[in-house]
């Protein structure tokens, strides 16, 4: 089409939420209207009101920050979380959205991605950082995607928040397919000794409310 209709369009959908604009970049990206929409989605599949018993009891055993994230390209969105009774609490908040790559879920949800699918929506080798430890190229990133194949879950480390640390796995729907992605978040201090017990306990939680998906 034109660009004046493009543009036309386009600024009808930001006047309705359905899309914004960065203030830098000048780039188009989906509006919280869209947001809304998406979880809208998840209530109407029950994914959040069946996961929510399962997240509650994961944080209560772990006493951490546990979420649930869905994929939006390359950014991830916490659609639920479920925060511990702590003084200090670490992790995201409902309604966050960043980068896939800098987060636990978003690893393991880009890792159920093919390479090919992994190259086309990172088309640059340069990638977008948070912090000095976020992976920085996309040939780290199809390395570090490999390891989350090999292990079954996904970890970060400081990469998207100093002194914050995550475990992360995917849920999947009746048809097997990853819907979601689950993360245990708290201070690398707490989750860097046991890894694998939080990676058990949240591929079980995962398993758990993918049964309820069936």
Known sequence: MAPSTAHRLLTTLVRHGFVTRDSESRAYRA???????????????????????????????????????????????????????????????????????????????????????????????????????????????LEEIGRVRAAGFATQFEEIEADAGAVGAVIRNADGRAVAGLAVTCLVSRIAPRVEQVAAEARRACAEISARLA
Do not use: C, F, M
Request: overall charge neutral; hydrophobic content about 40%.
């Open 31 to 141: 509006g919280p209207t869209l947001v809304e929409l998406g979880l809208a989605v998840l209530e109407r599949d029950g994914i959040r009101d069946r996961a929510r018993p399962v997240i509650e009891g994961l944080r209560d055993r772990l006493e951490e920050t546990v979420s649930i994230a869905i994929l939006d390209g390359v950014e991830v969105i916490v659609v639920d979380a479920a925060l511990p009774n702590r003084l200090v609490v670490v992790g995201p908040r409902a309604g966050q959205r960043s980068q896939a790559h800098w987060n636990a879920s978003g690893k393991a949800l880009l890792a159920e991605l093919d390479d090919v699918e992994v190259r086309r929506r990172y088309p640059k080798e340069r990638l977008p950082t948070a912090t000095a430890r976020s992976i920085s190229t996309r040939t780290a990133l």
